[in-house]
């Protein structure tokens, strides 16, 4: 998986952890920056028992643009203010492996910015399919007006050459991930389990909406890879255009491949699978 921890993926990876779905890391700029990311990949993956590399991912965009995302997003560290209390401690210098040593290829879930995916595409790797979390279907509103989804706009060219150039891509995007919501008791349920349990229980809480309840999109992308038949697909040809305005809507584009976009979600069920997935991550000694 490519991800940017960044709260969501946080959980993402507990969910995908309890299915014992996880075969290596690759965290890179997107929420944080790249070292960030990776410190924070790592601990999550300590957290969680998980004996699988966790490789260092692009800092910047294909175009070499920085990734920056505002900071009331995750926070400074990524995880709402939580990243000192994993395994691994404060980040450092010495945690911050060589770019580019745990390779890509093969089946893919991707919850940041797909500038890995687009790279390891570059370099000859075969990548057979992508799950990923990202795009908008159509302008939404959000703490960034010029921004519709942060994942597409980061790097709209990476979106546009896995769109090319992987055999089979399904998008779940923003609009669908936000029908999930966890509830306030989903998150107390949490709080009484097991360590991985609590922390995610804390991490969900600095997310809640005004109604009390948390959206956290890329565990939905978790479900969707694990189990597809809880959202309705449609196949579309789309690509995510530069520049666009807000940034990171996907649009029609007739003559390209088509890609697997999720319309809708069983949201009541993936909610399910979600918290029952971190519960029992949360079970474990």
């Known amino acids: 998986m490519t991800c940017d921890p960044g709260v969501d993926d946080a959980v993402a990876l507990a969910v995908l952890a309890a299915a014992g779905a996880v075969r290596g890391i690759v965290a890179g700029a997107g929420n944080v920056p790249a070292p960030v990311a990776h410190h924070n990949a790592a601990g999550l993956a300590r957290l969680l028992g998980l004996d699988v590399p966790v490789g260092l991912g692009p800092s910047?965009?294909?175009?070499?643009?920085?990734?920056?995302?505002?900071?009331?997003?995750?926070?400074?560290?990524?995880?709402?203010?939580?990243?000192?209390?994993?395994?691994?401690?404060?980040?450092?210098?010495e945690a911050t492996p060589p770019a580019g040593d745990v390779p890509i290829e093969g089946a893919?879930?991707?919850?940041?910015?797909?500038?890995?995916?687009a790279l390891a595409l570059r370099r000859g790797?075969?990548?057979?399919?992508?799950?990923?979390?990202?795009?908008?279907?159509?302008?939404?509103?959000?703490?960034?007006?010029?921004?519709?989804?942060?994942?597409?706009?980061?790097?709209?060219?990476a979106v546009d050459a896995v769109l090319a150039g992987v055999p089979e891509v399904a998008v779940v995007p923003v609009d669908v991930t936000s029908r999930v919501a966890l509830r306030e008791d989903d998150l107390r349920r949490w709080a009484a389990g097991g360590p991985v349990a609590a922390f995610c229980a804390?991490?969900?809480?600095?997310?809640?909406?005004?109604?009390?309840?948390?959206?956290?999109?890329?565990?939905?992308?978790?479900?969707?890879?694990l189990e597809p038949d809880l959202l309705t697909w449609e196949e579309r040809s789309v690509a995510c255009?530069?520049?666009?305005?807000?940034?990171?809507?996907?649009?029609?584009?007739?003559?390209?491949?088509?890609?697997?976009?999720?319309?809708?979600?069983?949201?009541?069920?993936?909610?399910?699978?979600?918290?029952?997935?971190?519960?029992?991550?949360?079970?474990?000694?």
């Open 241 to 285: 255009p530069a520049g666009g305005a807000p940034a990171g809507v996907l649009v029609a584009s007739p003559g390209r491949p088509p890609a697997r976009l999720a319309v809708d979600v069983d949201a009541d069920a993936v909610r399910d699978r979600i918290v029952e997935a971190v519960t029992a991550a949360g079970s474990r000694p």
């Open 125 to 157: 790797a075969r990548v057979d399919r992508v799950v990923w979390m990202g795009g908008a279907l159509a302008p939404r509103p959000t703490v960034d007006p010029a921004i519709a989804e942060f994942n597409a706009a980061a790097d709209p060219a």
């Open 60 to 93: 910047v965009a294909l175009d070499g643009r920085p990734v920056r995302r505002h900071r009331h997003a995750h926070g400074a560290d990524g995880l709402a203010g939580l990243a000192a209390r994993l395994p691994l401690g404060a980040p450092g210098p």
């Open 108 to 117: 893919v879930l991707g919850l940041g910015p797909l500038t890995a995916v």
């Open 202 to 225: 804390e991490l969900a809480a600095r997310r809640r909406a005004d109604g009390g309840g948390a959206a956290l999109h890329d565990p939905v992308a978790a479900v969707a890879a």
